[in-house]
Structures are given as structure tokens and as C-alpha cells.
């Protein structure tokens, strides 16, 4: 069972950050000189379908994983080790990337056009950095911290 999680959770999250690094380093820079914010619209209505239920994987295999490694819930946020700082690290950034994808969702996307494109750019490439340290704690999860 584990190595079966392992290997969806890696399968999410190739999913996840694929799509925000074509997404930051292709998509946004065309439409930000074309001013055009339907190119994102496009690639975002595509994007949606694989993106979001690779997230839900990522978060319920990482949630799964987290229990497997440490079975005390209260010790992820106990923070006296390096698995619990890492997986608390990997929960806060979950709660980040949930807040910037809500606010981009209901604040930013409604009324998104020419004018206030470089704010969804802003939020994308936070969304794509978040998503790089996932895997970063998530490789320091699997090798005992990169320090």
C-alpha cells in the first residue's frame, strides 16, 4: 500500500507543478504581451480538469503518507523533529496555496481582464513556487531534510 501511495502521490504532484511551470514559464508570459486574458482562460479550462483532481490526490495520499510516517496526528505540529517540521511545512503550504487559489477564484478570475492581469500573474507564480516547495519538503520527507 505504500509504495502505491508514494507513486500516486508523485504522479499528483508531477501533474500539479507541470501544469504551473507551463503555465508561468509559457501561458501567462504570451498573454501578459498580448494582454490577453483569454489565453489563460483557455489553458485554465483545460488545465482544471487533470489539475484540481491531481491536487485532491496530492492532499489525500500526502494526508495518508503523513499517518504512515507518523501515526500521532498532534506530533505533524510538534515540530521536534525533522519529519514533523517537514510535514507541518507541507500543510502550511497546502493552507497557502488554498488561500491564494480561493482568492484568485473569487476575487481575481471574476473580473479578470487586460487591466488586472499582472495580479493573476503574481498569484501564479506564487502558486507555482509553493508548488516547487512541495516537492522540495517532500524530497527532504524521503531523504531526511536537504540540511
Do not use: C
Not at 507513486?7 to 503555465?23: K, Y
Request: no cysteine; glycine share 8%; aromatic share 8%.
Amino acid at each position: 500500500m505504500y509504495k502505491l501511495l508514494v507513486t500516486l502521490h508523485l504522479i499528483g504532484a508531477s501533474i500539479w507543478i507541470g501544469g504551473h511551470v507551463v503555465l508561468s514559464a509559457v501561458i501567462l508570459p504570451r498573454a501578459l504581451r498580448n494582454r490577453d486574458p483569454s489565453i489563460v482562460r483557455d489553458f485554465e479550462a483545460g488545465y482544471e480538469r487533470i489539475g484540481l483532481p491531481a491536487l485532491l490526490l496530492q492532499v489525500l495520499t500526502g494526508l495518508s503518507l503523513a499517518y504512515y510516517w507518523l501515526p500521532q496526528v498532534g506530533a505533524w505540529f510538534a515540530l521536534d523533529s525533522t519529519l514533523s517540521r517537514l510535514i507541518a511545512t507541507k500543510l502550511a503550504l497546502l493552507a497557502l496555496t488554498v488561500a491564494l487559489a480561493l482568492h484568485a477564484r473569487l476575487r481575481v478570475i471574476p473580473r479578470l481582464g487586460a487591466d488586472n492581469l499582472t495580479v493573476l500573474a503574481y498569484h501564479v507564480f506564487a502558486v507555482t513556487l509553493l508548488s516547487l516547495a512541495f516537492l522540495v519538503a517532500g524530497v527532504g520527507i524521503r531523504t531526511g531534510g536537504l540540511f
